[in-house]
């Protein structure tokens, strides 16, 4: 009896122990710097942008991002665990701390910005929603998109702008939604549907997955502003602050012709940007608790932002998407990339 | 009266200091717990800005959805799109059950046939869909089967009826016009059949003899209806879906439409759950002595009488409680359908509204309800069915 009666209150001292954890968690950075690891939402497979390959190495324009930050924070760009989401799952798992940063070609807006909890901390991919169609279907424009069954990516801005312009346009359709992109696009190529939509990259990258890419064109209709950047929560402005600046001193690099290779080279430059960018005037490292080299890490691990794209999704990788014209370049050639001073 | 005392002894017993405090802090920990997380989230989703509560269901959605019983698009708020889902449940569940019951019936029958190739046929049918995995069946059909059905412009055409392509399957749509008329006709068939039966039992107390009211019942039940529609001139037009061409695309367009999605879903859960109840019929069945059917037979009855009046009415209290499970099984079963893109209440509430709200705790919370309800007034009706049809101990 009293050996049952001891188990009884042990349990309940265990329980009560168990109860009393603390609501309040110490800082994103902190734990990161505990776990020795970034842990990073990615997508599920979108080429250029989070891709497994065969040996399990992510790539991609995203996958840069994460690595940015583990550069950043540990000093170390390949220090990332890469966790696979759903468009569906990926803001619960963020916002329950599963992960420390996403960075899953997710659209930034106002509802996800202000309504989640969450914070987007900039863009680093501007892109459009637009339509993959068969060449059978002789269509050139989305205006002739009438009686269709269109293939799309439940939960996503997506869904919500597919909706809009096609009624905007008064032409009927119906959505087939998938959970994952991958479900979506396999639909679309075996008939299912006539239409597939996602962001015109996606399209770019998922023509690259389908039985036969040369069949399939893209529409020219661009039917949305989809500008795609990493997200973390929104309890943590030191977090956000350093997932931001990763951001911008790869687009700041690239301004000042500062590269992975040539990096080391203008250590022994004059130019007081490029001085401070490396860390070796001024403290920027300090004010973001990190140490002074973070951006030279960053750059000498992952690249500057023109690297990052040309690697991932520019005119020489399979998605070919050329840089000039479009607005992923930067503010003084005619793009709409402009990072704050670094100082 | 007795159970009152019954009661009350279990309390006095329960309330004994020995026992009483043990209980009193599982108790008090129980709730402790249910506080504790319910304040954890209140804390955290304060701290993380995040908005709470129900507003959101007035909202538009902004998504269209497939498949849908009742008039949505994405005009409507997030709660039609939860019923939009919860009616898309209900009509997978409601055929589910209905094919799996007769199925199952029909195999678990067909395994304690002396006939060694359908029993064989029926032991390899249970064995073969109890045995895989529900989620693989599902994607067997939809990926397999339906997915590899000819393109829209190439659909099969089954006799002017049913057309089948990668995108569905068509049936014509009945119009009918003065359909009341038909109504009428069934209601005065089923009203003539009562009668008949009130007769045929007082011929069998009174003679032995007794009327073939099953086969009466069917012609009664068709003629009716025919002569009725005949009287008021019902009319009768077939709207076959029609084939679109704008450009190079093809589509059809009216008719009565069943996606794929909704076909895979609705095979594989039917399939897999037939094998249980089959199991549960002829479990049923095997545990009616053999002395049942002996003194069946040496009063006279023939084998469908004896079947019908002595075996499966004891055989039901034995087959409901279990297959009531299996029903519960196949309405849980099918909140699978979100791993094919049939737009159940999983799939449109607790995935896409959620994604688009991320209101994750109320919807979920709203999905759970949902299901336990379902699940708790299935449980209910059977179990209702479950006392009338038991031994009455007298």
Known sequence: ?343 | MKKLSNFKNTLSKNLQWGNFLPQFFLLFFFFLLIFYFTRNAQVNLLARNITSGFDFLSTNSGFDVQFSLIAYDGSFSFGRAYLVGLLNTLLVSFFGVIFASILGFIVGISRLSENLLLSKLSLFYVELFRNLPLILQIFFWYFVVLRNLPSTEKSLILLDFLIINVQGFYFPKFIFTNFQFIVYGIIFAILTILLIKYYSNKMFYNTGKYLPVFKLSLIFLILFPLFFSFLGSVGLKFEQAKLIQNFGIFNYVGGVKLVPEFLALLFALSLYTSAFIAENVRAGILSISKGQKEAAKSIGLNNSLSLKLIIIPQALRVIIPPTTNQYLNLVKNSSLAAGIGYPDLTSVFAGTSLSQTGKAIEIIFIVMMTYLSISLFISLILNWYNKKIAFISK
């Open chain 1, 1 to 343: 009896m009293k050996n049952s009666m001891f188990k009884f209150f042990g349990s309940i001292a265990l329980f009560a122990f168990l109860l009393s954890g603390t609501v309040a968690k110490a800082g994103t950075k902190e734990d990161v710097t505990k776990k020795g690891s970034v842990s990073c939402g990615v997508s599920q497979g979108v080429p250029g942008f989070s891709n497994a390959d065969a040996s399990g190495k992510w790539s991609g324009i995203d996958v840069d991002m994460c690595r940015a930050v583990a550069a950043a924070v540990l000093g170390d760009s390949n220090k990332v665990k890469y966790q696979p989401l759903s468009a569906k799952d990926r803001f619960e798992v963020l916002k329950s701390g599963q992960i420390d940063m996403l960075s899953r070609n997710t659209t930034w807006t106002l509802s996800r910005d202000a309504g989640l909890g969450l914070e987007f901390v900039g863009t680093n991919f501007y892109d459009g929603q637009g339509f993959i169609v068969r060449k059978a279907a002789k269509v050139n424009t989305a205006k002739k998109l009438n009686n269709v069954k269109v293939c799309v990516e439940t939960g996503t801005t997506t869904e919500l702008n597919l909706r809009d312009y096609f009624k905007a346009n008064k032409l009927k359709y119906e959505a087939v939604s998938f959970t994952k992109a991958d479900e979506a696009v396999a639909a679309y190529d075996a008939g299912r549907c006539d239409v597939y939509t996602t962001d015109k990259s996606g399209l770019a990258a998922q023509r690259t997955k389908m039985k036969n890419p040369g069949e399939h064109t893209v529409l020219p209709e661009t039917i949305s502003k989809e500008p795609l950047g990493p997200v973390v929560r929104g309890n943590d402005q030191n977090w956000k602050d350093i997932a931001a600046w990763s951001l911008y001193v790869m687009i700041e690099a690239e301004e000042l012709g500062v590269s992975s290779k040539n990096i080391d080279s203008m250590k022994s430059t004059d130019n007081p940007n490029i001085k401070r960018l490396l860390g070796l005037e001024g403290d920027t490292g300090k004010s973001l608790g990190l140490s002074n080299t973070w951006a030279y890490n960053i750059i000498k691990q992952v690249g500057n932002y023109g690297e990052v794209y040309e690697r991932n999704v520019g005119a020489k990788t399979p998605l070919g998407l050329a840089r000039n014209g479009s607005p992923n370049q930067l503010w003084s050639k005619g793009g709409i990339l402009y990072a704050p001073p670094v100082r």
